[in-house]
């Protein structure tokens, strides 16, 4: 059974930098054919899809939050990670980590997601 | 960005109803369109892939039809279980992938 667990501060200062980390278990991050995402969802709020990366360490950004964002993989201990500069109120959010799968060229869903991880951005 | 867009924003059913929850989509997705099933302080579950394709170990009362740009979720009968919060996603135009902002089916 692929498992996922966020780990991370769930207090983050203002304009400082919020560092998450995915630990996945039961199955190796360098499987074939699967994606890395984070996905964050405000309190009450639609879900946000902030960016993917693949084992061969190629990322892909939402574009509104691309400048601010970098996701990074671990391989050899089936981890990846990520990075999210300047942070304002805006980014406090339950942060999600969560495997991605394509066929025919299209993501065909997020299909094993971690328990998520409560971000809050206050001085 | 695709806007994705769902209605009702709630809706109140008993046991036994059928249910269905629709997804708009801002532009054309063709059928590239997932459903999620998500509890108060759980993670999404996915439901259901290419708009029609159920994912493995979903139960059957669960159906997904339609294509372009509107889309349907249908719970034939309801079951305690089922009451949660539905979100559809888009995965045709991308980046990034979008979610609806959510079906709450609750307790009539």
């Known amino acids: 059974q692929v498992q996922l667990q966020e780990s991370g501060p769930g207090l983050v200062k203002p304009s400082q930098t919020l560092s998450l980390t995915c630990t996945v278990s039961?199955?190796?991050?360098?499987?074939?054919?699967?994606?890395w995402n984070w996905i964050r969802q405000p309190a009450g709020k639609e879900l946000e899809w902030v960016g993917r990366?693949?084992?061969?360490?190629?990322?892909d950004y939402n574009p509104s939050l691309k400048s601010r964002v970098t996701i990074s993989i671990d391989t050899s201990r089936d981890q990846f990670s990520l990075k999210l500069s300047s942070v304002t109120a805006a980014d406090t959010a339950v942060y999600y980590c969560?495997?991605?799968?394509?066929?025919?060229?299209?993501?065909?869903?997020?299909?094993?997601w971690g328990q998520g991880t409560p971000v809050t951005v206050s001085s | 960005d695709i806007q994705m867009t769902q209605s009702p924003s709630s809706v109140s059913a008993s046991v036994g109803d059928r249910v269905t929850i629709t997804c708009r989509a801002s532009?054309?997705?063709?059928?590239?369109l997932a459903w999620y099933q998500q509890k108060p302080g759980t993670a999404p579950k996915l439901l259901i892939y290419?708009?029609?394709t159920l994912q493995s170990g979903v139960p059957s009362r669960f159906s997904g039809s339609g294509s372009g740009t509107d889309f349907t979720l249908t719970i034939s009968s309801l079951q305690p279980e089922d009451f949660a919060t539905y979100f559809c996603?888009?995965?045709?135009?991308?980046?990034?992938?979008?979610f609806g902002q959510g079906t709450k089916v609750e307790i009539k």
């Open positions: 532009q054309d997705v063709n059928r590239w």
């Open positions: 969560a495997r991605g799968e394509d066929r025919d060229y299209h993501n065909v869903g997020f299909d094993y």
């Open positions: 996603q888009q995965a045709n135009s991308f980046p990034p992938y979008t």
């Open positions: 039961g199955a190796s991050i360098r499987s074939g054919g699967y994606y």
């Open positions: 290419a708009a029609s």
């Open positions: 990366i693949f084992a061969s360490g190629h990322s």
